[in-house]
T-cell receptor
Framework: KQEVTQIPAALSVPEGENLVLNCSFT??????LQWFRQDPGKGLTSLLL???SQREQTSGRLNASLDKSSGRSTLYIAASQPGDSATYLC??????????????WGLGTSLAVNP | EPEVTQTPSHQVTQMGQEVILRCVPI?????FYWYRQILGQKVEFLVS????????KSEIFDDQFSVERPDGSNFTLKIRSTKLEDSAMYFC????????FGSGTRLTVV
């Protein structure tokens, strides 16, 4: 059964730091992996999607990498800003999910960027 | 950019009452989903819906839950007799290239 773990659970950094959030999954047979952002009490905003055949994706100051064989993904945030403060969630779709493609989620990393 | 719209944003209901959560999916997406997130816990899959029928449901999705697409555009989740433990954020989602989620409905059962 696929399990997704994210570390650290919480992170507090000063503005301007580069930081790395980690996601690991127990079954390397994934269809894709997606990173989301969640503001307190709000919805889930997709940040980056990495297909199983890809190694990384970039969007602005965000870069996500995928090492399927070791069951790991990292989300790199460059030059962090207070507006980046949120919870970052990692979710995978197992390759045997068929057309349903349900997401299996981590618990998230709660990030606080201090001015 | 196309959006998934959910209403209401917040609903408070008495235990034992029925609630209906509504979603307007992205029109050209084919798969629709409901997920929920209990405070402090992981997001959990409830049900997926394709071609006007359930394609997969989780253990959570018992006989108290139902989904339908009553008019070809709206996609609803009904909870027949709410329990305290149904209190959670409920998210509707659709898939195109990746997932697009609605902003959620916070359900509070008192």
């Amino acid at each position: 059964k696929q399990e997704v773990t994210q570390i650290p659970a919480a992170l507090s950094v000063p503005e301007g730091e580069n930081l790395v959030l980690n996601c690991s999954f127990t079954d390397s047979a994934i269809y894709n992996l997606q990173w989301f952002r969640q503001d307190p009490g709000k919805g889930l905003t997709s940040l980056l999607l990495i297909q199983s055949s890809q190694r990384e994706q970039t969007s602005g100051r965000l870069n996500a990498s995928l090492d399927k064989s070791s069951g790991r993904s990292t989300l790199y945030i460059a030059a962090s800003q207070p507006g980046d403060s949120a919870t970052y969630l990692c979710a995978v779709i197992s390759s045997d999910a068929g057309n349903n493609r349900k997401l299996i989620w981590g618990l998230g990393t709660s990030l606080a960027v201090n001015p | 950019e196309p959006e998934v719209t959910q209403t209401p944003s917040h609903q408070v209901t008495q235990m034992g009452q029925e609630v209906i959560l509504r979603c307007v999916p992205i029109s050209n997406h084919l798969y629709f989903y409901w997920y929920r997130q209990i405070l402090g816990q992981k997001v959990e899959f409830l049900v997926s819906f394709y071609n006007n029928e359930i394609s997969e449901k989780s253990e959570i999705f018992d006989d108290q839950f139902s989904v339908e697409r009553p008019d070809g555009s709206n996609f609803t989740l009904k909870i027949r007799s709410t329990k305290l433990e149904d209190s959670a954020m409920y998210f509707c989602a659709t898939t195109g290239y990746g997932y697009t989620f609605g902003s959620g409905t916070r359900l509070t059962v008192v």
